[in-house]
């Protein structure tokens, strides 16, 4: 039997004295099975922890996938393997806050691209040119429930990114004393002049990106930051700004999209905002939502990309923590 196959059956077993031995023998912790496993994803589905925390510390990617697309992280999830699980969450965030491997921007389309593309409108979605969704009637109740969240304590709402107008609509029912509304995308901006946003008396329409319009900002009750085209290290510098843009006591929302087709990479993703939110200041509240019923394959007809494919939602509220005296 080669080693690398006494590695995976060691990992199977549980065996960490012999994964250890050969790990320093020079064996490769990332081998791929004839199953397309690796060691690491057969010790996560037996909940072996102390194999798992063996192959990480030898290199073992956490993030590798099955032909399935399920990571280690995904099976010790699925079969409810608490400690083999916590271990492979502890290594993505550490890797995640090192390296940001996942929602990194290589290989995706950079936000001044999509700017200058052309989208197209219907009832149900909002199109890039190449068939990719920007934003999809079932988001509704997400958005509802974002609005909901934002405008809790009333007063002034800023919300970034105007998109199909659904999380706007929203935030219009609960009456706040000021609504602004930030839209980079010349074309959505024309939409939102036609369908007669700007003669709202409430709401202040700026168009233009977020990071070049921020000394027009003012300081805002509720922020709900919801843009395509950008990428988790643009939401990460939104955030750093919420110290000048939210008041005490304020609400920040976001949606939270990240990693929305792999479960085990979500996790790590909510985890890893708490964390970056909490380091400024902000306690992170993570409501779950059901989606599973409204996202039938009919919805995703004629959509390229499909980027959600998660069962549960997890609606961020973040507010600033309390500091005792």
């Known amino acids: ?14 065996d960490a004295e012999t994964v250890k031995t050969l790990l320093d023998s ?21 909940g072996h922890a102390d194999v798992i925390k063996a192959l990480l510390e030898a ?33 993505g965030i550490q890797a995640e806050l090192v390296l940001g491997t996942i929602a990194r921007k290589e290989s995706k389309m950079g936000d001044r691209d999509y700017l200058d593309d052309r989208v197209s409108f219907s009832e149900d979605k909002l199109m890039d040119s190449e068939s990719k969704a920007v934003m ?7 958005m509802e429930a974002h609005a909901k969240a ?11 990114g105007f998109g199909m107008g659904l999380v706007d609509t929203a935030i219009q029912k609960y009456e706040p004393t000021s609504h602004t509304i930030v839209e980079a995308h010349p074309e959505v901006y024309k939409r939102m002049l036609q369908t007669g946003w700007a003669k709202k008396k409430n709401v202040k329409i700026i168009f233009g990106r977020w990071q070049d319009v921020l000394p027009q900002l003012d300081l805002y009750d509720g922020i709900f930051f919801d843009t395509y085209g950008e990428y988790y290290e643009d939401l990460r510098e939104f955030q750093q700004h919420l110290p000048v843009l ?17 479960p085990f990479f979500h996790v790590v993703y909510c985890q890893l905002v708490s964390l970056e939110l909490e380091s400024l200041g902000y306690s992170t509240q993570l409501i779950s939502l059901p989606v599973k019923d409204c996202l039938g394959e009919e919805v995703w007809e004629g959509v390229k990309h499909k980027y959600w494919q998660l069962d549960t939602y997890y609606l961020p509220v973040c507010q600033s923590i309390e500091k005792s005296e």
Not at 1 to 14: D, F, H, I, T, V
Not at 32 to 44: I, N, S, Y
Not at 150 to 160: A, P
Request: hydrophobic share 40%; aromatic share 8%.
């Open 246 to 262: 939210l008041k005490p006591g304020g609400i920040y929302s976001f949606f939270n999209g990240l990693c929305g087709g792999n």
């Open 150 to 160: 934002v405008c809790s304590g009333g007063g002034h709402i800023l919300n970034i």
């Open 136 to 142: 999809m009637a079932w988001e509704k109740p997400l």
């Open 1 to 14: 039997m080669e080693n690398e196959e006494l590695l995976c059956e060691a990992a199977r077993n549980g």
């Open 26 to 46: 020079g064996v490769d912790a990332s081998h791929f099975d004839g199953e397309g496993l690796t060691p690491l994803m057969h010790a996560a589905k037996l």
């Open 59 to 91: 290199g073992a990617p956490w993030n590798a996938l099955s032909p399935s697309n399920l990571s280690a992280g995904d099976f010790a999830m699925e079969l409810g393997h608490q400690e083999a699980f916590d271990a492979l969450l502890n290594a």
